[in-house]
């Protein structure tokens, strides 16, 4: 084995062009899949921590009437937040959110939202809560940037906000924009307005009562509540998870066919050579090689392209790589507008395994690719090939 | 069976396929070589010679018969065991050279010691050892495309040369040369026979190869036709 990469190095390294034209069209595709691979890698990371930080915390308590998806169930959404919950929340290692469908009226214009009530002195999400401890003429609320953007608001600006108490009555008060906050997270943005929660709860007359209560340690044993469900974080970020999934299938397809033009490059080479190097072949068995070995040498210098083109993506792929993570990469449109938790810079991350997983799948390919036509060799003439005569 | 000879071949036949027919390359032959011979297979085109030169290079079997070389049936030989027999005991020398011109001098030569996995520094000292029989010591970094015809003659001498073979097989090595440069290889041939008592079997019709020869086997229609011993006095002269 040793006398074949020997031998397969030199017979690359001689054939000059050739070899570094497939080498460099090889390291490009190990560059960019490990850079496309790294981009969904920081995604996911990138995704679950801004959800982590802005939206669900450790995970979280739903009331059993709640669900996301439907605005009418926020009616009965609300219950008094049990008991064995008292010390972690006055410890500030829960947070309970109260949620009332409401409908505001920026500039005379009218946008229904959820209007959610959260305690100020929190400190398990990001949301600046602490602008809604302010003392103004109106009730303070907080607003994501996005929804600020398409309702064209301001810190400082007045609006009216109409909300249904616990008896279905509706009423309404002004609210005062205290703090615009940014996310990575649209459903923390999208017409979402947060004010303090005991206002909310004196405005409903749901007294110490919670739509959602979220914890800040996710590894805490939870036990099941009557009355809530407890959503563990894994299950509240499947949805990205399910989104990553289908991004990676999409660019599997997008590297496959990178791959694959590398690959074609690679066998192309190896037929030619098989019948270019007759004569070859048939000096390598005279010089006391079986057939067999030719077609192993034949195999280890087409594979050996793989490895030659990781040292070359190495050279330049390193330094890009890194100076990808450093800087990221700036979608070139509005992420804010894909309905998902992304930022608009997204910061590759490659670990060890995906370098390697990808190292080794790219060599394994090449090789399989350079022993399909090497086969052939075992079935050559030794006496005709030594005469270069085509077989 | 002659323990002592190189080579022995008896009643060895070797048929090509041909359509529905066969075409007969080589009939009942029989032949000994001994140990420091330098003989040749002599034979105008399709007599043979280099089918036969062939299969005592174990690059091809008989069809029937026996082909003994340093006592090992080569058409016994398992794939492995032939190319063993090759890489050990047997260097060959071919028409056009044959030499991997990719690689430098130095590594062509060094190629059959790799196979042999001898260490580097006794590898190294085996290759300019045999460069320097051929004349070539100056030339160890050059590829064969920057020599001549002579110059790669002589590269492949030394690769047969370089794992001291017990027997050379030759096959034409001085067609593609012109007169000086022939009787420059054949010289080094010579010297290294009388020097290293490496056993030479040519095929050839060159009338400059056959004047050094001191055994003439000539082949006619596949069968032998002459075998004749030449006086040393007149391949010296």
Redesign the interface.
Known sequence: MK?AL??AY??L???GLRTWLNVIVLSFSFVVIIWLKGILVGWDYQAKSDMTNWEIGGGQYWHEQYDPYDPFTLAESHAPIPQQFSDEIARGDMVPLLMVQGTIYPQGRMQSVAIKGIDPAQDIFLLPTHKLDTVVDAVPAIIGAAMARSLQLAEGDYLTMRWRDAGGTFDATDVVITAIFSSNVPSVEAAQLYIPLETLREMTMMEDEATILTFRDAGAERAAVQGWVHKPKEVLTASVDRIIKTKTAGQSVFYTILLLLAMLAIFDTQVLSIFRRQ??I??Y?????????VVGLFTVEGAMHSILAALAGALYGIPFLAWQARVGWTIPMDAGDFGMAMAQTLYPIYSAGLVITTVLIVVLITTVVSYWPSRKIAKMN??EA?R?RIQ | MDNNAIIQIRELTKSFPMGKSAFTALSDINLSLGKGEFTGLIGPSGSGKTTLLNIVGSLDTPTSGEAWVLNQSVGRLTAREAAQLRKESLGFIFQSYNLLVVHTVFENVEFPLLLLKIGAAERRKMVMDALEWVGLTDKVRSKPPQLSGGECQRVAIARAMVKRPSLVLADEPTANLDAANSHHILQTMVKLNEELKTTFLFATHDEKVIGYLRRKIYLLDGKVAQDEWVKVDQTEK
């Not at chain 1, 068995?285 to 070995?293: N, V």
């Open positions: 006398t020997k031998l030199r017979n390294v001689g054939a004569k070859e048939g000096t068995i005279a010089l006391g090689y079986t057939r067999r070995e030794p006496t030594l270069g």
